[in-house]
Nanobody
């Protein structure tokens, strides 16, 4: 069984910074892409940033130059460093990872897993 556990959300003033973490645990064979999504009240969940297992990254236009996604493959952990935060960044942030597990029969199963979500509120 695989779990993603997030930490690091909270309340911050506009212009401030926060760092989110997401640690994957369980019977993991390998992790492919890791991502962060967010969902603001009354809006659809949107992709914020993605990092491939070769380190390649992609960002939503709204966060480019302010947010940085990274990963520590040895710890099965991804991070989202958020700087110059704006009120419109307020949302529940979810981590996502495409993870391959291996059954006792040697079968590889690939699927997406989600964290429980962490609230980020940007307000003065």
């Amino acid at each position: 069984q695989v779990q993603l556990v997030e930490s690091g959300g909270g309340l911050v003033q506009p212009g401030g910074s926060l760092r989110l973490s997401c640690a994957a645990s369980g019977s993991i064979f390998c992790i492919n892409a890791m991502s962060w999504y967010r969902q603001a009240p009354g809006k659809q969940r949107e992709l914020v940033a993605t990092i491939a297992n070769d380190g390649g990254t992609n960002y939503a236009d709204s966060v480019k130059g302010r947010f940085t996604i990274s990963r520590d493959s040895a710890k099965n952990t991804e991070y989202l460093q958020m700087n110059s935060l704006k009120p419109e960044d307020t949302a529940v942030y979810y981590c996502n990872a495409n993870i391959v597990t291996r059954t006792t029969n040697g079968i590889h199963i690939e699927r997406d897993y989600w964290g429980q979500g962490t609230q980020v509120t940007v307000s003065s």
